[in-house]
């Protein structure tokens, strides 16, 4: 059973804010970094995204899918295309995130700072679309 703030449209909308702002900061600080050539606190800041990615949205994803995907599915099974969508864009996350660690690994900063970008993209356009989800698959329109 999911937490009901993953049922709430406008506490899951302010996780969703919350972590995308980090996100951002994170990688405005990154290319800060890179610029400035201060390879140290490039990797630092690195390390604090892929904390947020890994640690925190990539739970809350997979919270997700253990309870409100589930429920939405009990609740009309019809909704399994838009329940596979969401999922397919956390594995996307989920993908994006390895990347970002495998060119730390290769010291491929650019490619940390493109995939880090890319990152950010999709998990500001999958929150759309889960909020956009929860609106229509919530019984009370995710205002309750």
Same mark, same amino acid.
């Given at each position: 059973? &999911?937490? @009901?703030?993953?049922?709430?449209?406008?506490?899951?909308? !302010?996780? *969703?804010? !919350? %972590?995308?702002? #980090?996100? #951002?900061?994170?990688?405005?600080?990154?290319?800060? !970094?890179?610029?400035?050539?201060?390879?140290?606190?490039?990797? &630092?800041? +690195?390390? =604090?995204?892929?904390?947020? %990615?890994?640690?925190?949205?990539?739970?809350?994803?997979?919270?997700?899918?253990?309870?409100?995907?589930?429920?939405?599915?009990?609740?009309? &099974?019809?909704?399994? @295309? =838009? +329940?596979?969508?969401?999922? %397919?864009?956390?594995?996307?996350?989920?993908?994006?995130?390895?990347? =970002?660690?495998?060119?730390?690994?290769?010291?491929?900063?650019?490619? =940390?700072?493109?995939?880090?970008?890319?990152? !950010?993209?999709?998990?500001?356009? *999958?929150?759309?679309? #889960?909020?956009?989800?929860?609106?229509?698959?919530? @019984?009370?329109?995710?205002?309750?």
């Amino acid at each position: 059973m &999911s937490g @009901p703030a993953l049922r709430q449209w406008n506490a899951h909308h !302010a996780i *969703h804010e !919350a %972590a995308a702002h #980090e996100v #951002e900061v994170a990688v405005q600080l990154a290319w800060k !970094a890179r610029t400035a050539c201060d390879e140290s606190r490039f990797q &630092s800041v +690195v390390e =604090v995204f892929l904390e947020i %990615a890994e640690g925190r949205v990539l739970v809350h994803a997979d919270e997700e899918e253990r309870g409100l995907y589930r429920e939405w599915l009990r609740a009309d &099974s019809r909704q399994r @295309p =838009v +329940v596979t969508a969401l999922v %397919a864009e956390h594995d996307r996350l989920r993908c994006l995130a390895k990347r =970002v660690t495998a060119a730390m690994t290769d010291h491929d900063y650019g490619g =940390v700072l493109t995939t880090m970008e890319e990152w !950010a993209t999709a998990s500001r356009a *999958h929150s759309r679309h #889960e909020e956009d989800a929860l609106r229509l698959l919530s @019984p009370t329109g995710g205002l309750s």
